[in-house]
């Protein structure tokens, strides 16, 4: 799949390690908040940017909590973006909310569950069905 | 304070809960329901509990559904609400005193009673400490939403709950 991804300054690391992984699982990489110092802020905006302009089917953003990419993210209309901690989150928010981010903090997570909480976000499909009118809802706001 | 809580029908029962414990702490609740576990769609809890912060008419908001996701997801689409995903303490923590963030939702399938109590606790005993960098970034994230007309707008999804009356959303 092609993804977007991207980081402040504290999610770095992580993000270096998400990206080595799962490019090896074959997944295509664009991630536009390299070289730069960035905040949570702008990175969760550019991320956003990409999945908007599809040049990216889902986003993924690190920053030290999740808390404030989710907060931005879900700012834009037709995002919708789950904090995600756990790998049963990341696979739900996919099937019932047909999410296309999630974020990721990297001093709550360790390396080893972002990259099975990574492959769970990638790796499920929309359930559609009566889910459809909670998503529309979503889409309708902001 | 004043706290204002929604859910949809996952956690009905975890919600109720919550309610009681708030109240039983001294704060007085404002329950935008749902209120039993029949089957409803979770952005009209969390755009109601939302408004009802960021209008003022409510200190703080507590929501929640089975991952959390989708009522948070809602809830932040409010002008003015800055809602927190969390599944600890210290991520609420985080939460309220660097974003002044003004709603915490947990997934009720996601985290057990004891730690969802203690990360309202948190989050409504941690104060917000400001900073020129702080207030930017607040600046900015309120400043994305721009849509009044769905602020108070409780018709604002009968176009989907009317087709969803005469049957054409899938049941399954």
């Not at chain 2, 029962?13 to 702490?25: G, H, T």
């Not at chain 2, 003022?56 to 003015?80: H, I, Y």
Request: one cysteine or more; a negative charge.
């Amino acid at each position: 799949m092609k993804l977007a991804i991207g980081s402040d300054t504290k999610g770095f690391t992580l993000k270096e390690h998400l990206k080595r992984h799962l490019s090896n699982l074959g997944h295509e990489i664009v991630d536009e908040t390299t070289g730069k110092d960035l905040d949570f802020f702008d990175a969760a905006t550019q991320v956003v940017k990409v999945v908007k302009e599809k040049r990216a089917e889902r986003g993924i953003v690190i920053d030290e909590y999740g808390v404030g990419p989710f907060m931005v993210a879900n700012k834009y209309k037709y995002i919708v973006c789950a904090n995600a901690f756990d790998e049963h989150s990341a696979q739900m928010t996919i099937r019932h909310n047909n999410a296309n981010m999630i974020a990721i903090g990297s001093g709550i997570v360790g390396p080893r569950l972002a990259e099975k909480i990574c492959e769970a976000f990638l790796n499920t499909d929309y359930d559609g069905g009566r889910h459809q009118i909670r998503v529309d809802m979503l889409n309708k706001m902001c | 304070m004043k706290i204002s809580i929604g859910c949809d029908h996952i956690v009905t029962e975890i919600k109720d809960y919550i309610a009681s414990y708030l109240e039983k702490k001294g704060h007085e609740v404002i329950d935008h329901g749902t209120y039993d576990k029949q089957r409803t769609h979770y952005p009209i809890f969390g755009k109601r509990a939302g408004e009802k912060v960021a209008s003022g008419e409510a200190d703080l908001g507590v929501v929640l559904c089975g991952t959390g996701v989708g009522v948070t997801v809602s809830a932040n689409k409010v002008k003015g609400v800055r809602a927190a995903l969390v599944g600890d303490m210290e991520a609420a923590r985080y939460a309220k005193e660097n974003l002044n963030a003004n709603v915490i939702a947990v997934g009720g399938r996601i985290v057990g009673i004891g730690l969802i109590e203690n990360i309202i606790d948190v989050f409504l005993e941690t104060e917000y400490k400001p900073s020129k960098e702080k207030e930017e970034i607040i600046k900015k994230i309120d400043a994305l939403v721009t849509n009044e007309e769905q602020m108070n707008n409780d018709h604002y999804f009968d176009e989907f709950l009317e087709k969803w009356d005469r049957g054409e959303y899938p049941k399954q």
